[in-house]
């Protein structure tokens, strides 16, 4: 057996876990929320989804906390 990380990719009907874009394996991208249920696809059905961009979080005022800001030299 390859020593190689065999992760399962979540599939249609399961919980969002991680808010952000994922793309199915037909290539349509859909922006989903934690706690939402990846979408199945009309004609295929289930299809297995994968994380392609993580959801930027930021404070109300539309500022990131300082302690992410880059050190000034």
């Given amino acids: ?7 399962m990719l979540p599939v249609s009907r399961e919980q969002v876990e991680v808010e952000g874009v994922y793309t199915d394996e037909l ?10 249920e990846f979408p199945a696809d009309l004609v295929h059905g289930t299809v297995e989804w994968k994380l392609t961009e993580l959801a930027q979080i930021k404070h109300a005022e539309g500022q990131t906390s300082p302690e992410f800001d880059p050190e000034e030299d």
């Fill in 27 to 36: 290539g349509r991208e859909e922006y989903l929320h934690k706690g939402e």
């Fill in 1 to 7: 057996m390859s020593k190689e990380k065999k992760d």
